[in-house]
């Protein structure tokens, strides 16, 4: 008995080990992938998906194997097979193993490397928890209470892996010596699996001390609506993860690593309930409050301050979480049962992110599944009684019923041009009051009423102008709007505008935005178009396909566009005509710009434009060392290579900086303010042209022209020659502006 404390220890360090490295994975994963999709923002919730779906697979492996082998003799073949996939170490994760068909789905694509570069370890390590503790079951003397613990410890390793990533890991090891390090800490797991197998068979031995055999007494069955609670009580906080990380990186703030803070919530919560057991309702008595905050930020909209909505969206999700999560954890069953009540939370783990990142997309146009997902979760919450879990019954009927209600009210929003949104903080605060009350004198109604006003306020809005088109792709969630009755054709993706044309007579030719005649790329084109410089042009990035404006006759435009539905944007005459109208001649290269450039002949262009980027997020991939050597294979003699890096986050300068120093080039960077321009040549529609960023390199100072005497052209700010980012090392933290 002395060594109890020691063996809890022991079994509590492995299944912190073992999820520590399956968050740390995912995030490696995903950084080494990132080339073949083209830094796209869906990267993330896809890949949140699939390891959601590989933990359902490793839950059913643990249930299913000790229902047909039993604990004892299913514990060697999990041995077995983790010494198999060290056959695999160290891993391999380099992307042009997994480029497939350029063509296919990026889904698919992504898939694909995912299941054959770590599937199997991951699926290994995820069973891991599950198994350990039916293992410490097993063992005499250990309390019940202890299992759920081990759970508990489970989530604290991955929430550490998931902060260590982005704040240590990434800045200070090389993507190769990451892989490494995790292999050796795949190594001592194995270890400790081990010896956590040694220590079962010691008290299984015969004639051991407190020796329990092979199987636990099962209790009796458990009712299908328990089982439906289980899963919906975990399905509506998977899709509240993947939705709130959306619409916070698309329509709020697109803040590079603001995806860590909702998943770090989520895994708290799951710390939290399972960390004891006994729990209180302070979390289901604080979730109609959160819930009215967050209805205060939705229906002021864009007058509320960015911290302030970023902040009252965490917080609902994170009371949301922990009421559900709490209400699933208050009704686990007994240990006997656990890999089943497992099996089944994993379930609806999986099926709420395979609905945001695989079934919505196809069904909606907008980010829809967020507030879907708060409406339902708000329904179901209101449906629990503080008892026990109910049976089905009526009142889950009212899910549905109050989800057709949101998405009604959303339609007639749509319909007749009504914008809840930006009301008056009296107004909301009336609308939330009232709410309130309806929560604590009739929580059903409540439930439903908060359906239909999440449903109205969060349904898109054109904000008084005319929506030409909307759609939706693997790289986001875009549309055309008209404003000044038609006159002026917008593109937003979130808050974010990437181009514009005006349609009235005489004007459809000037590029708007960050791209007007006046700002730096503008004057990169003029100074080319001396002595017919820039006769081959390369643009990495379509959107509008503004910058053929800058075309001449003598001129060919090679536009490089990863999203096929930006291509059918640009192409159409009645949103865009720039490529159209454009007097040079334009094509464009679908795929990603790297690999598509790489099959392009060497010295092929006089001028390559870097201009892909999704809100403010930059595929880093496009910026790394090995990537500009890229594009100087592709550059003619004394060509030049201008980089577009406008971001209200990241500070680019000095990385590129750091890159052309390491490299031995020139380098220039440029930062326009129309507000100081007073020579802006059309007054009238200077609301249409924005500040802009720009950084410009050249092989030598002579290939830079008239432009290095120009204003605001100045030399480049450089960081440290070690800070240069290659396809092995980047971290956003060096970029980050700390303001």
Known sequence: MGLRPLTHFLFALTAALAAFLAFLLQPMAGKALLPILGGASAVWTLCLTFFQVTLLAGYAYTHYGIGAAGTARQAPIHLLLLLASTLFLPLDLTPQKYLGNPAAPPEMRLLLALITGIGLPFLLLSSTAPLLQRWLVEIAGMRPGDVWKLYSASNIGSLAALLAYPLAVEPLLPLGSQIRAWSAGFLVFLGLVTLCMIQLARWHAPGAEGATGTTLPEAGGIPPGRILFWICGSALPASLLSGVTAHLTVDVAPVPLLWVVPLALYLLSFIIVFAREQRGDGAESAMPAAYALLLVVLTMGNTCPIGFRILAHLAAFFVMCLALHGRVAASRPGPARLTLFYLVLSTGGALGGMFNSLVAPRLFSTLAEYPIALALSALFAASIDCGSPPPVSWRWWMGPVGAGAGILGMWLTGCLGVDPSGLTLIQALGVTAFLLWLARHQPVFWGIAFAVWTGCVLAPSAEGKDVLYRGRSFYGVFRVVASEEGRVHLLEHGNIHHGGQIRSSGKEYYPLFYYSRESPVGQVFRELRIGRRAKRVAVVGLGTGGLAAYG????????????????????????????????????????????????????????????????????????????????????????????????????????????????????????????????????????????????????????????????????????????????????????????
Not at 600 to 628: G, N, Q, W
Not at 649 to 661: F, Q
């Open 552 to 739: 001449r006759p003598w001129q060919q435009f090679t536009f490089y566009e990863i999203d096929p539905l930006i291509i059918r944007i640009a192409r159409d005459p009645a949103l865009f005509t720039y490529l159209r109208d454009s007097p040079a001649r334009c094509r464009i290269v679908a795929g990603d710009a790297r690999l598509m450039l790489g099959a392009a002949a060497d010295a092929s262009y006089d001028l390559i434009v870097l201009d892909a980027y999704s809100s403010d997020a930059i595929p880093l991939h496009l910026l790394t060392r090995e990537a500009i050597t890229l594009y100087l294979r592709k550059l003619a003699p004394g060509g030049l290579l201008l980089f577009h890096v406008s971001n209200r986050y990241l500070d680019l300068e000095p990385v590129l900086g750091a890159i052309s120093a390491s490299l031995g080039l020139s380098v220039l960077a440029a930062r326009y303010d129309p507000g100081d321009d007073e020579q802006l040549h059309y007054e009238q529609d200077a609301r249409y042209v924005f500040s802009s960023k720009w950084v410009l390199l050249a092989r030598s100072v002579p290939d830079f022209g008239g432009l290095a005497r120009l204003r605001p052209w100045n030399h480049a700010v450089a960081g440290s020659a070690g800070a240069a980012w290659t396809d092995d090392w980047s971290s956003l933290l060096y970029a980050w502006r700390f303001r």
